[in-house]
């Protein structure tokens, strides 16, 4: 894209970042909330065969879902484990989604500070 002053190349940028601040929205509260409940309230009743094995095998699957960081694989795998297990067991998925949607918003904090700065 060809720009004709520094203004436009200004406006470009801030219109790149809110594009980016409307992807960090779906990214923190309708991805976790289509992957909860595709993941706990879908695939994690019809694993109960496997009994107390049901979470781990709902966090692997998560993980492995997640193949785009798999140097996040193992701490994923160990933070789903309990949640998974609590959503099974209390049968309330509502935890495992708010708990995702807060931890997906957590991590954009610091990019949204960096972008507030300017």
Known sequence: MVYADARSQRSAAQHTNSDDCCFDGVHSWIAPFVEEYYFRGYLLPRL?????????????????????T???????????????????????????????????????LPGLLVLLAK
């Not at 109960?48 to 785009?68: E, K, Q, T, W």
């Not at 309990?82 to 807060?102: D, E, F, G, T």
Request: charged residues 10%; proline residues 5%.
């Open 70 to 108: 798999p140097w996040q694989a193992l701490t994923r795998i160990i933070a789903l484990v309990p949640m998974a297990w609590i959503v099974q067991r209390k049968r309330n998925l509502y935890i495992s989604v708010i708990a995702h949607m807060v931890l997906n918003t957590l991590s954009l």
């Open 48 to 68: 109960a065969r496997f009994g107390n094995l049901a979470p781990v095998i709902n966090a692997v699957l998560f993980s492995l879902y997640h193949f785009f």
